[in-house]
C-alpha cells in the first residue's frame, strides 16, 4: 500500500514506448476527444452564425461563434455595416463583434455619450469591450461613476478611471497653483497703486502687466475685476507724472536754450582771441574792431539772462548749468579783453617770437615775459585753440633752455675746476709727483675754457702752481737713493735659486717699484736705469726655459682641446638623434667636460676662440637634447592635462582606469630637464593620488555598505534558520513570517553571492520540508481512505452495525481524508442496511471495470480472464463518442472507487490490491492533495 502512494506521488516518469497499434488507437481518440469539445461552425456569416453568436445557453458555441465573427471581419468575409444592420442595438452590435477590437473601436467611436461610455465599462459581458469603453470615457463626473461601479468588478477598467481621476486631480492642483500666482499678481498691483511713482514704477508697471497677461487665461472674474482695477490707478500715477514731465520738459528746453546762447558767445569770444593769438601784425581798426565785437557779445549775454530770470521754474540741475555757462562766458571775455589789451601794448605773440630769437639777453628777457604774460591769457580760454600760441609757447621754452643750458654748463665747468684743484693739491701734499702733475695738465686745459675766472677759484690756481714748484724740486732729491737700492735688489735675484714662478714674480715686482718712482716724471736717471735693466735680463735666464716649457704645455692642450671639440662635432653628426637614449648622451657630455676641465693651462690668446668652438659644438648637442626635452616637457604636460580632467570625473572608477593608462603612458614619454622633469612629476602624482584617494574612499564606503548589508542579511539569515529548525507542519502556519524574511532580504538590494546562497539554501530545506510534509500527508490520507473504504465495505455486509457504526462515523469525522472523499463515504453510511446480492454482484462489476479503466489509463496489459471485457468496453465507448479513456486519472478512479459499496469481501480484497499496486504504477497524473 505505502509503495502505491509513494508512486503515485512521485514526479511522473518518461512515457514507455508503445506498440504502433496502440499509438494509432492513441491518436483516434484525440481526434474523437477534439471533435467531441469544438462543434462544427458555420464558414460564412449568415443567420446560423448570428443565432449560435446570440444563443444565452451554449456558452462555448456562444463564444466559438463570436470568434468566428472576429474571423470573417478580419479577413474581410463579412463587414460591420452587415453585422451592424443585423445586429438589434448597440449592446448585442458589441457582443457580436466583442473579439475584434478594431470593430469595438469603430462602434464605440460613434457613441458620444459618456454617462453611456462609463456605464458599458462597467456593465459589458466582454473585458476587451469593457476596457476599450473605458479608454474613451474622459469626462470627470462619468469617470467618477466609471471608477465606482469597476470598484472590485474589473480591475482593469479601475485602473483606466484611476488613471484619469489622477490626471483630473492633478490639473486641479495645477489650476490652483495657477490661481495662487494671479492672486500674486493682483496683491502685487495693488500695493504698486499705493506707491508713489519713482525711476522703477513704470518698470514694475509693465512687468506686471505681462505677467498677467502670459497667465490671464485661467483668471476667474474676480480676480480679473482686482487686477484691472489696480492697474488703472497706476495707470493714473504714471499720467499724472508724464504731465509733470511735459512742463519740466518745456522749462528744460527754455533753460538749454539760454544756456545754448551764452555758449555761443562763449565761442564768439574764443574765435576773437584765437584771431589776436594767429595774427602777424593787428592795425588800429581791428583792434577796435575785435572791441566792438567783445561789447556785443556782452551784451548779447546780459539781455539772456534778464530774460531768463523771469522763469522760476527752473531745477537746480538747469540753474547750475546757467551758472556755469556764465561763469565761463565772463572768463572768457575777461580774458578776450586782457589779450585786447596787451596786444596793443606789446604786439602780436607772433611778432614777439620773431623778435625773440634775434636780441640779446637782456632785450630777449623783456620779450619773453610779454609773450609769457599774453600766453598764460590762454588758461581762461580752456576750448582755445591756436597754433600761434602753441608755437609761442614752444618758442619761449627753447629759449629758457638754452639759457639753463648755457649756466648749468659754466657751473659745471666751475665745480670741474675746483675739483680738479682739490684733487691736485691731495696728491701734491701725498708726494705723487706724476699724478699730482698729471691733473696740473688736465687743470690747465679747462682753465683756458673759462672766459671769466671768479676770484676765489683764480686764487686757488696761484696756490696750487706754488705747491706743483716745490713738488719738484723734493722729488728729484728723494728718489735716486731708492733707484739704486731695486738696482742692487736686482743684481742679488742673478744668483737666486728661487723656483721660476717664484723668481719672475720677485723680478716683477721690482719693475713695478721702479715704474712707481718714476711716475710724475721723465726717467732722468738713465745709467741707473740700463744697469736695472741689464740685471733684470740676466735674472730672468732661468724664467725664460720655464716660461718656455710651460708654453709647449700649453700648445699641446690647446691642440687636445681642438681634438675634444671636433669629436664632440663628430659625434653629432653622426648619432640618430631620432632614436636617442639620453642617459648616455648626458654621460657623453659630463665626460667631455671633465675632460676639457683637465685640458688646463693654454695659450691666453686662444682661450676664447677655443672656449667658443667647444661651446658651440655643446650647444649643438644641448640642441638635439633640449628639443627632444621640450617634446617630452609638452607630452607630459598633456598627461597632466589629461590627468586633470580625469581627477574632475564624475565616476571614480573610471578617472582611475584613465590615470593607471596615463601612468602607462608616462613611463613611455621619456625624459625631460631634471628640475622640470622632477616638478611634473610632483604635479602628476599628486593628482594620481587625488583620483586614488577618491576612489579609495567610495571602496571604503561601498565596504562599509557591504559590511552593513552582510550583517543584516545574517541577522535575517539566523532568524530563516531558527525557522528552518522546525518541522513541516509547524512550518506549515509560520508562512507569513517566512514571507516577510523573504520580503526584507529582497529589500536589502544587491546582497554578496555568499549570503544570498545561505539564505535560499535555508528556503529550498524549508521548502523541502514541508513538500515532504505534505506528501506524507497525501500518503497518509490516501492509505487512509482505502482502509475506510474496507472498513465501511465490512459493515455494509455486516448485520448488526450498530456500535460499529458509531465507531466508523467518529473515526470517519477524525481521520484527514483527500478533499470531498467524506462526502462520498457519508452517502454510503446513510445508504446503510440495502444488503442484496443482486449489489454484491454489481458492485464486484464496477470495481472490476474500474481496474480495466485504469489498466487502460496507463497501456498495462489486463488479466485474460478481463481481456474481453476490456475489448467491449472501448468499442462501447468508441460507439457512443463520449471520448477515449485517456481522462481517467488516478484521481478521478480513486474517487469512483469509494462510491461503490456492498462489494465482497474477498473480491474487494483482491480487486483493491490489483487497483493499487498495479493498475497505478505508470500513472502520469497527480492526486489532488488532501482537504
Given at each position: 500500500?505505502?509503495?502505491?502512494?509513494?508512486?503515485?506521488?512521485?514526479?511522473?516518469?518518461?512515457?514507455?514506448?508503445?506498440?504502433?497499434?496502440?499509438?494509432?488507437?492513441?491518436?483516434?481518440?484525440?481526434?474523437?476527444?477534439?471533435?467531441?469539445?469544438?462543434?462544427?461552425?458555420?464558414?460564412?456569416?449568415?443567420?446560423?452564425?448570428?443565432?449560435?453568436?446570440?444563443?444565452?445557453?451554449?456558452?462555448?458555441?456562444?463564444?466559438?461563434?463570436?470568434?468566428?465573427?472576429?474571423?470573417?471581419?478580419?479577413?474581410?468575409?463579412?463587414?460591420?455595416?452587415?453585422?451592424?444592420?443585423?445586429?438589434?442595438?448597440?449592446?448585442?452590435?458589441?457582443?457580436?463583434?466583442?473579439?475584434?477590437?478594431?470593430?469595438?473601436?469603430?462602434?464605440?467611436?460613434?457613441?458620444?455619450?459618456?454617462?453611456?461610455?462609463?456605464?458599458?465599462?462597467?456593465?459589458?459581458?466582454?473585458?476587451?469591450?469593457?476596457?476599450?469603453?473605458?479608454?474613451?470615457?474622459?469626462?470627470?463626473?462619468?469617470?467618477?461613476?466609471?471608477?465606482?461601479?469597476?470598484?472590485?468588478?474589473?480591475?482593469?477598467?479601475?485602473?483606466?478611471?484611476?488613471?484619469?481621476?489622477?490626471?483630473?486631480?492633478?490639473?486641479?492642483?495645477?489650476?490652483?497653483?495657477?490661481?495662487?500666482?494671479?492672486?500674486?499678481?493682483?496683491?502685487?498691483?495693488?500695493?504698486?497703486?499705493?506707491?508713489?511713482?519713482?525711476?522703477?514704477?513704470?518698470?514694475?508697471?509693465?512687468?506686471?502687466?505681462?505677467?498677467?497677461?502670459?497667465?490671464?487665461?485661467?483668471?476667474?472674474?474676480?480676480?480679473?475685476?482686482?487686477?484691472?482695477?489696480?492697474?488703472?490707478?497706476?495707470?493714473?500715477?504714471?499720467?499724472?507724472?508724464?504731465?509733470?514731465?511735459?512742463?519740466?520738459?518745456?522749462?528744460?528746453?527754455?533753460?538749454?536754450?539760454?544756456?545754448?546762447?551764452?555758449?555761443?558767445?562763449?565761442?564768439?569770444?574764443?574765435?576773437?582771441?584765437?584771431?589776436?593769438?594767429?595774427?602777424?601784425?593787428?592795425?588800429?581798426?581791428?583792434?577796435?574792431?575785435?572791441?566792438?565785437?567783445?561789447?556785443?557779445?556782452?551784451?548779447?549775454?546780459?539781455?539772456?539772462?534778464?530774460?531768463?530770470?523771469?522763469?522760476?521754474?527752473?531745477?537746480?540741475?538747469?540753474?547750475?548749468?546757467?551758472?556755469?555757462?556764465?561763469?565761463?562766458?565772463?572768463?572768457?571775455?575777461?580774458?578776450?579783453?586782457?589779450?585786447?589789451?596787451?596786444?596793443?601794448?606789446?604786439?602780436?605773440?607772433?611778432?614777439?617770437?620773431?623778435?625773440?630769437?634775434?636780441?640779446?639777453?637782456?632785450?630777449?628777457?623783456?620779450?619773453?615775459?610779454?609773450?609769457?604774460?599774453?600766453?598764460?591769457?590762454?588758461?581762461?580760454?580752456?576750448?582755445?585753440?591756436?597754433?600761434?600760441?602753441?608755437?609761442?609757447?614752444?618758442?619761449?621754452?627753447?629759449?629758457?633752455?638754452?639759457?639753463?643750458?648755457?649756466?648749468?654748463?659754466?657751473?659745471?665747468?666751475?665745480?670741474?675746476?675746483?675739483?680738479?684743484?682739490?684733487?691736485?693739491?691731495?696728491?701734491?701734499?701725498?708726494?705723487?709727483?706724476?699724478?699730482?702733475?698729471?691733473?696740473?695738465?688736465?687743470?690747465?686745459?679747462?682753465?683756458?675754457?673759462?672766459?671769466?675766472?671768479?676770484?676765489?677759484?683764480?686764487?686757488?690756481?696761484?696756490?696750487?702752481?706754488?705747491?706743483?714748484?716745490?713738488?719738484?724740486?723734493?722729488?728729484?732729491?728723494?728718489?735716486?737713493?731708492?733707484?739704486?737700492?731695486?738696482?742692487?735688489?736686482?743684481?742679488?735675484?742673478?744668483?737666486?735659486?728661487?723656483?721660476?714662478?717664484?723668481?719672475?714674480?720677485?723680478?716683477?715686482?721690482?719693475?713695478?717699484?721702479?715704474?712707481?718712482?718714476?711716475?710724475?716724471?721723465?726717467?732722468?736717471?738713465?745709467?741707473?736705469?740700463?744697469?736695472?735693466?741689464?740685471?733684470?735680463?740676466?735674472?730672468?735666464?732661468?724664467?725664460?726655459?720655464?716660461?718656455?716649457?710651460?708654453?709647449?704645455?700649453?700648445?699641446?692642450?690647446?691642440?687636445?682641446?681642438?681634438?675634444?671639440?671636433?669629436?664632440?662635432?663628430?659625434?653629432?653628426?653622426?648619432?640618430?638623434?631620432?632614436?636617442?637614449?639620453?642617459?648616455?648622451?648626458?654621460?657623453?657630455?659630463?665626460?667631455?667636460?671633465?675632460?676639457?676641465?683637465?685640458?688646463?693651462?693654454?695659450?691666453?690668446?686662444?682661450?676664447?676662440?677655443?672656449?667658443?668652438?667647444?661651446?658651440?659644438?655643446?650647444?649643438?648637442?644641448?640642441?638635439?637634447?633640449?628639443?627632444?626635452?621640450?617634446?617630452?616637457?609638452?607630452?607630459?604636460?598633456?598627461?597632466?592635462?589629461?590627468?586633470?580632467?580625469?581627477?574632475?570625473?564624475?565616476?571614480?572608477?573610471?578617472?582611475?582606469?584613465?590615470?593607471?593608462?596615463?601612468?602607462?603612458?608616462?613611463?613611455?614619454?621619456?625624459?625631460?630637464?631634471?628640475?622640470?622633469?622632477?616638478?611634473?612629476?610632483?604635479?602628476?602624482?599628486?593628482?594620481?593620488?587625488?583620483?586614488?584617494?577618491?576612489?579609495?574612499?567610495?571602496?571604503?564606503?561601498?565596504?562599509?555598505?557591504?559590511?552593513?548589508?552582510?550583517?543584516?542579511?545574517?541577522?535575517?539569515?539566523?532568524?530563516?534558520?531558527?525557522?528552518?529548525?522546525?518541522?513541516?507542519?509547524?512550518?506549515?502556519?509560520?508562512?507569513?513570517?517566512?514571507?516577510?524574511?523573504?520580503?526584507?532580504?529582497?529589500?536589502?538590494?544587491?546582497?554578496?553571492?555568499?549570503?544570498?546562497?545561505?539564505?535560499?539554501?535555508?528556503?529550498?530545506?524549508?521548502?523541502?520540508?514541508?513538500?515532504?510534509?505534505?506528501?506524507?500527508?497525501?500518503?497518509?490520507?490516501?492509505?487512509?481512505?482505502?482502509?475506510?473504504?474496507?472498513?465501511?465495505?465490512?459493515?455494509?455486509?455486516?448485520?448488526?452495525?450498530?456500535?460499529?457504526?458509531?465507531?466508523?462515523?467518529e473515526q470517519l469525522n477524525t481521520t484527514k481524508l483527500p478533499s470531498s472523499c467524506n462526502e462520498a463515504f457519508l452517502q454510503r453510511v446513510n445508504a446503510l442496511g440495502s444488503n442484496d446480492n443482486t449489489a454484491l454482484h454489481t458492485s464486484e462489476e464496477a470495481l472490476r471495470l474500474l481496474c480495466i479503466r485504469a489498466e487502460i489509463a496507463n497501456g498495462i496489459e489486463s488479466p485474460a480472464e478481463d481481456k474481453a471485457q476490456r475489448m467491449n468496453y472501448q468499442v462501447e465507448a468508441l460507439k457512443q463518442n463520449f471520448g477515449s479513456t485517456q481522462t481517467d486519472t488516478a484521481e478521478s478512479l480513486a474517487r469512483e472507487w469509494i462510491t461503490i459499496s456492498h462489494c465482497p469481501a474477498t473480491s474487494l480484497q483482491s480487486l483493491q490490491q490489483r487497483f493499487l499496486e498495479n493498475t497505478f504504477e505508470k500513472t502520469n497524473n497527480k492526486?489532488?492533495?488532501?482537504?
Amino acid at each position: 500500500m505505502i509503495s502505491f502512494f509513494s508512486r503515485l506521488f512521485k514526479k511522473a516518469p518518461s512515457a514507455a514506448p508503445h506498440s504502433k497499434t496502440s499509438t494509432n488507437n492513441a491518436q483516434n481518440r484525440v481526434n474523437t476527444s477534439v471533435t467531441a469539445e469544438q462543434p462544427v461552425l458555420p464558414s460564412q456569416y449568415g443567420a446560423e452564425l448570428l443565432g449560435l453568436a446570440r444563443d444565452t445557453k451554449a456558452s462555448k458555441q456562444r463564444t466559438a461563434a463570436r470568434q468566428q465573427i472576429a474571423k470573417l471581419l478580419e479577413e474581410n468575409a463579412v463587414t460591420l455595416a452587415q453585422i451592424t444592420a443585423d445586429a438589434q442595438n448597440t449592446e448585442e452590435l458589441l457582443n457580436l463583434c466583442s473579439y475584434n477590437a478594431a470593430a469595438i473601436e469603430d462602434i464605440l467611436s460613434t457613441i458620444t455619450d459618456q454617462q453611456a461610455l462609463a456605464a458599458m465599462a462597467n456593465e459589458a459581458p466582454s473585458a476587451q469591450v469593457r476596457k476599450a469603453a473605458a479608454e474613451r470615457v474622459t469626462e470627470r463626473s462619468a469617470v467618477e461613476n466609471m471608477l465606482k461601479g469597476a470598484k472590485g468588478k474589473d480591475k482593469n477598467v479601475y485602473k483606466v478611471a484611476k488613471s484619469r481621476l489622477a490626471v483630473f486631480k492633478a490639473e486641479d492642483d495645477a489650476l490652483a497653483q495657477r490661481h495662487a500666482h494671479l492672486a500674486s499678481i493682483c496683491n502685487d498691483a495693488e500695493r504698486h497703486a499705493k506707491k508713489p511713482f519713482d525711476h522703477l514704477y513704470t518698470h514694475k508697471f509693465v512687468s506686471l502687466e505681462q505677467d498677467w497677461q502670459a497667465h490671464e487665461a485661467d483668471a476667474t472674474a474676480e480676480l480679473q475685476k482686482r487686477f484691472d482695477n489696480a492697474i488703472t490707478n497706476c495707470q493714473k500715477i504714471i499720467d499724472a507724472e508724464i504731465d509733470k514731465g511735459k512742463a519740466a520738459a518745456l522749462a528744460e528746453q527754455l533753460a538749454n536754450s539760454m544756456v545754448a546762447s551764452i555758449q555761443a558767445a562763449t565761442q564768439a569770444v574764443n574765435q576773437v582771441a584765437q584771431a589776436l593769438y594767429d595774427s602777424q601784425d593787428i592795425d588800429a581798426d581791428a583792434l577796435a574792431q575785435f572791441k566792438e565785437q567783445l561789447s556785443e557779445q556782452s551784451q548779447n549775454v546780459q539781455a539772456q539772462i534778464n530774460n531768463g530770470q523771469s522763469s522760476s521754474s527752473k531745477s537746480n540741475e538747469q540753474q547750475k548749468a546757467q551758472q556755469k555757462a556764465q561763469q565761463t562766458f565772463y572768463q572768457a571775455s575777461e580774458a578776450a579783453h586782457a589779450l585786447l589789451k596787451l596786444v596793443e601794448q606789446d604786439g602780436t605773440v607772433t611778432a614777439l617770437v620773431t623778435a625773440l630769437n634775434s636780441q640779446e639777453k637782456e632785450a630777449a628777457e623783456s620779450t619773453r615775459k610779454a609773450i609769457s604774460a599774453q600766453l598764460n591769457i590762454r588758461h581762461n580760454l580752456p576750448t582755445l585753440q591756436s597754433e600761434s600760441a602753441d608755437t609761442a609757447k614752444a618758442a619761449i621754452a627753447q629759449w629758457q633752455q638754452q639759457q639753463n643750458d648755457i649756466v648749468a654748463k659754466r657751473k659745471a665747468l666751475i665745480g670741474h675746476v675746483s675739483d680738479l684743484i682739490r684733487r691736485a693739491n691731495i696728491a701734491a701734499n701725498s708726494g705723487q709727483v706724476r699724478r699730482a702733475r698729471g691733473i696740473a695738465k688736465e687743470l690747465n686745459e679747462k682753465r683756458a675754457e673759462l672766459t671769466d675766472i671768479p676770484l676765489g677759484i683764480a686764487n686757488k690756481l696761484e696756490q696750487l702752481d706754488e705747491t706743483m714748484t716745490k713738488l719738484g724740486d723734493w722729488h728729484d732729491f728723494a728718489v735716486t737713493p731708492k733707484k739704486e737700492a731695486l738696482v742692487e735688489k736686482m743684481t742679488a735675484l742673478q744668483s737666486s735659486e728661487l723656483a721660476p714662478d717664484d723668481l719672475a714674480d720677485k723680478i716683477h715686482a721690482l719693475q713695478d717699484e721702479w715704474k712707481l718712482l718714476c711716475k710724475g716724471g721723465q726717467n732722468q736717471d738713465e745709467e741707473l736705469w740700463q744697469a736695472f735693466q741689464q740685471s733684470a735680463d740676466v735674472a730672468f735666464e732661468p724664467c725664460k726655459k720655464h716660461f718656455a716649457e710651460q708654453a709647449e704645455i700649453r700648445e699641446k692642450n690647446a691642440e687636445q682641446r681642438k681634438a675634444l671639440t671636433q669629436q664632440l662635432e663628430q659625434y653629432h653628426d653622426a648619432y640618430n638623434w631620432e632614436q636617442a637614449v639620453w642617459k648616455d648622451v648626458e654621460q657623453t657630455l659630463r665626460v667631455a667636460k671633465d675632460a676639457w676641465k683637465t685640458l688646463w693651462p693654454v695659450p691666453r690668446q686662444q682661450q676664447k676662440e677655443l672656449q667658443s668652438g667647444f661651446d658651440a659644438a655643446l650647444d649643438k648637442i644641448y640642441g638635439e637634447m633640449n628639443a627632444a626635452y621640450e617634446i617630452v616637457k609638452q607630452r607630459k604636460l598633456q598627461l597632466i592635462e589629461l590627468a586633470e580632467k580625469a581627477a574632475q570625473h564624475g565616476d571614480p572608477k573610471r578617472a582611475a582606469e584613465d590615470i593607471k593608462q596615463l601612468q602607462q603612458n608616462w613611463k613611455q614619454a621619456g625624459r625631460t630637464f631634471r628640475k622640470t622633469d622632477q616638478q611634473l612629476w610632483t604635479q602628476f602624482r599628486g593628482l594620481c593620488d587625488e583620483v586614488f584617494n577618491k576612489r579609495q574612499t567610495i571602496f571604503d564606503e561601498a565596504n562599509a555598505e557591504r559590511d552593513q548589508l552582510i550583517a543584516q542579511a545574517n541577522t535575517l539569515i539566523d532568524q530563516l534558520e531558527a525557522i528552518a529548525q522546525e518541522d513541516g507542519e509547524k512550518l506549515q502556519t509560520q508562512g507569513s513570517e517566512i514571507s516577510d524574511l523573504k520580503t526584507a532580504f529582497s529589500e536589502l538590494g544587491d546582497i554578496p553571492k555568499a549570503e544570498y546562497s545561505k539564505f535560499h539554501t535555508l528556503l529550498s530545506k524549508i521548502e523541502q520540508k514541508i513538500s515532504s510534509h505534505r506528501s506524507d500527508a497525501q500518503q497518509q490520507a490516501w492509505k487512509s481512505l482505502f482502509t475506510i473504504n474496507t472498513e465501511l465495505t465490512a459493515l455494509e455486509l455486516s448485520e448488526d452495525s450498530g456500535d460499529a457504526l458509531d465507531a466508523f462515523k467518529e473515526q470517519l469525522n477524525t481521520t484527514k481524508l483527500p478533499s470531498s472523499c467524506n462526502e462520498a463515504f457519508l452517502q454510503r453510511v446513510n445508504a446503510l442496511g440495502s444488503n442484496d446480492n443482486t449489489a454484491l454482484h454489481t458492485s464486484e462489476e464496477a470495481l472490476r471495470l474500474l481496474c480495466i479503466r485504469a489498466e487502460i489509463a496507463n497501456g498495462i496489459e489486463s488479466p485474460a480472464e478481463d481481456k474481453a471485457q476490456r475489448m467491449n468496453y472501448q468499442v462501447e465507448a468508441l460507439k457512443q463518442n463520449f471520448g477515449s479513456t485517456q481522462t481517467d486519472t488516478a484521481e478521478s478512479l480513486a474517487r469512483e472507487w469509494i462510491t461503490i459499496s456492498h462489494c465482497p469481501a474477498t473480491s474487494l480484497q483482491s480487486l483493491q490490491q490489483r487497483f493499487l499496486e498495479n493498475t497505478f504504477e505508470k500513472t502520469n497524473n497527480k492526486v489532488a492533495e488532501p482537504a
